[in-house]
């Protein structure tokens, strides 16, 4: 239940539309839900202007089933993130229409009409392997009602590619950027744009790159300004800040 | 030399106000000026709508000087962190009306009108000791030409003074939240505003705290969303940002 | 063994009720029984007032078998845990009532009435992908006989959640706080009760939380008093504390 | 003001012996007071059963005082810890009979009459060098009105010590445990009392002791049950989970 | 070829007994064999006075297998160690009477009858879970000719235990101490013996123990003398420094 | 296109043997190519020297097989590093002549004949479990048109081993060496060539290896001068670089 | 009290040389003497054949001279380690002929006269800035009445220099090997010495070697075999364990 | 001496304008001088090509003084690095014309005319705080006989002054690259020329910068080629391995 839902019932109330018994039913979980393992925050979208979004990891198919259950029962949008075959399967059985994203790992079931603002939201991404966590990324600012731009394999060993794609990233509000490896990218992104650069380090590489450690280091300590970090391999993370800023 | 002014000096070499002798020798130094120990990003501001700023920490009292001196000719204003006492007295000699902030280690000097926003950026910490950060961060917002609000010490081993002033954090387009010891207060905020929310994690703390790494863990795998981060004790940086978000 | 057996046992050998060959005998394995592999503590319940638990990662199903059979003759109450289904298939063979907890990775067998304290322990935890922890903290507490309180699902991205449940937290006599990622709900609980609190980092989360490293720095680092620390996933050593601390 | 401040304030205005208007003037910087750099946290004792103590790393000595003045006003005992010479010096002034540990720098300032259980608290050295963070804790310890058994230098490589002083540990309510280098006193411990332990590392030692980390890693790895840990070097927080614990 | 065989073998050609040419056919790989993806140090008994070993990481069956044919051609007794299966049955095929000793992972074939020094070695372990490293050093010990006394599950949380085994301990001309988790136990026995003690960190534990680090440091830190340590699960390399010793 | 075909072609056209509107075809995707996935680097020849090499790792078959249809189309040589027997398998159906260096983890199709220099690349490894990274190193190597003098298994624990080959090694003009465990023999070899030594840790070993950071730290932190480190197992860079060098 | 002045004193009583009340005052702080902040292992000598080693570092001036008066009053032999000039002079004020070994940051007192054993322990070098570690080594093998062979220098970026030394390294019984920056002599010694060698890693170095962690690291992981491994700069337990394996 | 020196020696005796006894005196100290508690290396311009330097770090004034007056006696160039003032002092007793370059840190005596290769070596840093790392690299490389191109202050958050540069980077045979923060201009760098970079993190930064540690991991995976990488702020190694590179 967002704000604008939260009004109209109380509308409704006000103008007789709703008996209060039933707006009192309506209410009874607010602000959450107890399902006995997890205690769903409904009370989320009116406090942070988004609902809940589902961390798959760690949860089994059956517990992310009922969260799903209830979420749509709420006539929310679903987002579900960190998710795997499994998961999607037992989740399917009960929505048809839910979507899996296989590289993003990621399960989106729309069910509110999207309201694109017009500004853009640039996902950049200094190599190939860097796609999943990107995919993630633009999955989770799509379903936040955002239009995105996808911007591939424009990393800094070969800087020209950048450059001729560079009108575009400037378009945009808000840019997420993503590298693994050393992470340079977001340093010379971050000092060709006058839009917040929100970086994300990636586990791509191997050896002294300890699962993203050298990615993460470089992007926090960067000598470009404008440029904050989320953890290693988020791109969930940075598209809902981005979709926060863009939504401004 | 801003978009703006860039566009006048063009316009009057269109209108013949300006001679093309003239006009090429104040270009001429653009898009950097280079005083042998250091290249001046002239072209920063245009490129990413911000000016240089100096950063002081490994550099000597006279290379400070020199850079500022020449800033100053460019009609900038001036930010310089990471700055001591002895930088300050350097700068001092050539520039009467240059503040030294003392906690936050800064030298700022004002040489155009601010032209602030309406909105407003929060500056938060969770404990007396993050001052010197939010300092920085707030003589960086306010040179930036923004307004700032300033809470001090609502850490969450006492979270209803957090609740106290919420309201006040809320109103805020953006929220800086500084804190060292365990980091948790960004995630607290982040899961009760709807505004993006730049986590600072500070140094302060000892033992396992690890001169602020325990904070920035933290502050990255936040369970919250809408929150990224920026380098320990990087009050500057989170500013930066900060202002960008809060003039989009 | 425990110290009212042994009185028992000797106040039978002054009055002459049990014979002193016999008394040998039942001390003869006393204070520990070599069985090879492993020397049990049969003195541990008479010095540190709880019988052996069974540690069982890195013993092999045959290992544990022998354990449990030569406790069980001793008429020990049985914790086993970090085991696996392959164990408990073999400890089964043995002891028909065994019980698995498998998202515990516990097995327990009862020998002993329960004689629980009036006080319970409360076992909080941050999100629902904490559950294994809190079930071997809950298991743990039930076989030392104590009453459980479990909370889940209460973290700080969702603060109200918490609020909800206090009271009965309050009435805990020590409260046990399980959290991955950030791990802050300990330092927000610390604050809010006057209760011991026993924090527990847990292996939950990704990226940056280097396994559970970034909770454990940030509860070790809490700016809230009255709060320790036991090893990362170590719901065991939880309860064992609070164990200790609820039967003062 | 604890609840029993409290309660007698609210009789009095129950049975018309205060004026409401001085109960509302009492009540007023409930539940905390803002001095601008700090929120000091009144409604602490009420909700932690113990009053704020202050941190003073970080801080001022004009901060430290000004935070002790308002204290006082309330009419709290006073903890200061982490604090030096010039801080104490610059308490004093205001309060004559401030005393200043110098090895476990803290400030205590008595104002209520001690209540000590009859239980006490034990705190156990390795060494001769951990003497500061031990006398930390014994400090804490007695200002928040518990009785303290000190036994020093009684570490593992000459078990013999410990030994003879057992039966003293085995006496006290619960044990705290200081030791640096590789931290194996707190295991030893573990294994022979029947009472919870709190293990405190500290950063005595050189090379790969890493300031601590050592001491800090072993005691969280401890193969002892009913230990739980506190940061390096914080004497003050197990003293202070002490207390709660032996005022249970 | 050990100094005695090269003795003799020089002798035979003073003495007429053997042809030049044969000699020098015999010495002709010394001193190192290469068989293209290995070069034999056969040179080493006589330099160090042990034969090449090999460690089986890393390499093929085959790799492995064409070391020891070539071993075995030179009358050296064979110890691989960090062997699996697979690679047993490889050398099996050209040696039926190699053994496979299991929990050790290694592969030893005697050829030389051992000549036993007088003294022992004493190889102890804190828990059950530690008996791997123990067998990889038993079976290393012996293969060098060593008589090896084995104490296990005398860790530090049941301290009698120690303390029951400490005459036959005491009894050893060196000790080997192997302990996971804190690894406190070879500063217990360290306090207690006359003889050197080489100790062993185990990666068993979890959580903070991180792979062995937790034990490592705190035997490297260990407030005992009369410790040197080796590296994590090295129970080879602890069994051929305390063979050099036992045997001086 | 390297700078000889782009010479070429810019003389046919001048010469009229070619169409512009040809030469712009050919010329059209410089600098890159764009597969959507990935920018293909065709202008890297012309700018580095080399030509754009496939990192598999983090691709899917059908991603590189892409690539190296492109390429092909180019005319280039192929190598694509980090690649498994499925992106084999894929790549083998466009192309029969590819190479699958197993050990090595590399592709290699030849495309213009080799252009070798007089002088040679040694590549040494300290032990034969280093020999996949030797084995990426040469591969590397010979497909930039280098010969390659391999030399194997001469560690410091045998250091006359490395003397014997010691003639040979002096005679390449760029010596890579290669190490696990401690990385030693990089010092070593550095004190006894006058050559720049690429050294390259490698991840052998097992416990405080930590997967190659203890021989990564060693090779950083050499007695020995002329020496220059790459990433842990990384064979291909120390080829690349070492291609430069004996290329100058 | 060593095992030999014991022995004398229990003949003297049976022997009625000595009074029963005398003895009993002799023996009475046997096992240890407690100072109020030390309690001094006066039975360690008796147990692990070593008296007790006074450590310096984090005691005060008052502190050490208080121990070494008494353990002057026991007729021991003192060192001292980890001491500072302000030590010295308190300690010289009660003992004219202390020595301080200002490098070595030792203090030694002689009260015994030497017994050396034939045999001698090398204390073996990597570089010059190595020469603190190795006086603390020789110090403290010296006043444990060792022969000393102190070689300096021979670090393997010049391995020739090592080489010139070998035929003395070779007839010491035990080799004390010091060495920091990558640590690497240890490994190349090993390998050409048929003794134990006792590595020492120092904090020479900068950068990477992370004040000896790269040193301690590559010791750990060292491919030769015959070494152990003693904390950072600890010069003082590798010489009390080479002692201890010297006089076997 | 170097080779030339020595084949001229040789010479001279061939032809008998030296007397056996004094050519015997010339070559006495090789292949080192033994200096007590140093060891001097005379024979490394021979194996390396280049002379002895002196680390000038954890030696005293006094040592380095010896060990320049032993070089100067054999009619080296001098190269001493990691000085301070206070050895410059006591060099200069007895060398007039040693130069002390302060902000390197370095001592030079040239002794040799230099012979320069007609190619350079590019020094490029990536901020002005570099400066004292670039110019120990620059300082190294002249005594070496190398000419120097210095390029300051070309970091990625302001790409365009580098390529400003390029051209005057690309002509150099090879390329120094120093920098701190996140360490990003070698992966740029890498990816615009055609010529070997070496790079060198320095530890300009703060918080999670680690002392270069970010720097560093940055440059060991940068996604460019042709990349190495020496020790943080190394920049003695990295021109030691230029000139190496810039006279093959």
Known sequence: MNKKQLQELLYSVRDGKLEISDAIHALSDLPFKDLGFARIDNHREIRTGYPEVIFGQGKTPAQVKKIVKFL??????ILATRVNADIFEEVNKICEDAVF????????????????????IAVVTAGTSDLPVADEAAVTAEILDNKVTKIVDVGVAGIHRLFDRLEEIRKARVVIVIA???GALPSVVGGLVDKPVIAVPTSVGYGAN?????????????????ISVVNIDNGFGAAYMASMINKL
């Open 210 to 226: 300890f699962g993203g450690i050298s990615a993460l280091l470089g992007m926090l300590t960067s000598c470009a300004s404008g």
């Open 72 to 77: 749509l029962s709420r006539g929310n949008n």
């Open 101 to 120: 994203h296989e590289t993003a790992r990621c399960i989106t079931i729309r069910r509110r009409e999207p309201e694109y603002p017009e500004t853009t």
């Open 180 to 182: 693994g490896m050393e």
